[in-house]
């Protein structure tokens, strides 16, 4: 019996090695959940339309706005967008826009408004009418220089007359001076 009542603590034992121990239960805190932070969809950027001879809205509107550039240029910034334009006549067109600004030389505006003048006829017609605008304000400003430089000569002239007038209006103060001093010793020497 002492033979069985081994047996059977034997295989006892032997049964409890089999069945896995339950492991530990470890709870581990939930993380919080994460803020999801939805971003507004974004409008792509607009094309920005492109210089062209034509007069579709899109290219009127960018042509208008390039006059806009324009107008805000400095003289140095005007000069190195000429350098960077292409010999196109996109380019060519563009440049006319740059040397008619205000502040560029009389000479080189008109130059440049000739030039622009034949330009027009050959433009689509939209575009040649928002141009025009640029070419009827420079011309009366290139109208206005030219009269007021033909004043500005006017005036020199005419000092220049003055001038000369009040050169010969002395002379002569001097030689009336100079007869009536003369009289003055004809009467004292007939007199006396």
């Given at each position: 019996?002492?033979?069985?009542?081994?047996?059977?603590?034997?295989?006892?034992?032997?049964?409890?090695?089999?069945?896995?121990?339950?492991?530990?239960?470890?709870?581990?805190?939930?993380?919080?959940?994460?803020?999801?932070?939805?971003?507004?969809?974004?409008?792509?950027?607009?094309?920005?339309?492109?210089?062209?001879?034509?007069?579709?809205?899109?290219?009127?509107?960018?042509?208008?706005?390039?006059?806009?550039?324009?107008?805000?240029?400095?003289?140095?910034?005007?000069?190195?967008?000429?350098?960077?334009?292409?010999?196109?006549?996109?380019?060519?067109?563009?440049?006319?826009?740059?040397?008619?600004?205000?502040?560029?030389?009389?000479?080189?505006?008109?130059?440049?408004?000739?030039?622009?003048?034949?330009?027009?006829?050959?433009?689509?017609?939209?575009?040649?009418?928002?141009?025009?605008?640029?070419?009827?304000?420079?011309?009366?400003?290139?109208?206005?220089?030219?009269a007021v430089k033909a004043?500005?000569?006017?005036?020199?002239?005419?000092?220049?007359?003055?001038?000369?007038?009040?050169?010969?209006?002395?002379?002569?103060?001097?030689?009336?001076?100079?007869?009536?001093?003369?009289?003055?010793?004809?009467?004292?020497?007939?007199?006396?």
């Open positions: 019996m002492n033979k069985w009542t081994l047996v059977g603590v034997s295989l006892l034992l032997a049964g409890c090695q089999g069945v896995p121990a339950p492991l530990p239960v470890i709870l581990k805190p939930k993380p919080a959940p994460e803020k999801v932070v939805e971003l507004p969809k974004e409008q792509p950027a607009p094309v920005k339309p492109q210089l062209a001879l034509s007069d579709d809205s899109a290219t009127l509107s960018a042509w208008q706005n390039y006059r806009g550039d324009v107008l805000q240029m400095t003289s140095a910034q005007r000069d190195a967008v000429a350098k960077t334009l292409d010999k196109t006549p996109v380019g060519e067109l563009q440049n006319l826009l740059l040397r008619i600004h205000p502040d560029t030389p009389y000479a080189v505006r008109f130059r440049a408004q000739n030039q622009l003048s034949e330009q027009l006829s050959r433009l689509p017609a939209g575009l040649a009418a928002l141009l025009r605008w640029d070419y009827a304000f420079n011309q009366k400003l290139l109208e206005s220089e030219s004043l500005g000569r006017l005036n020199g002239q005419q000092q220049d007359n003055l001038d000369k007038l009040q050169k010969q209006n002395a002379d002569l103060q001097k030689k009336i001076e100079a007869l009536t001093q003369i009289e003055a010793k004809l009467n004292q020497s007939g007199g006396g």
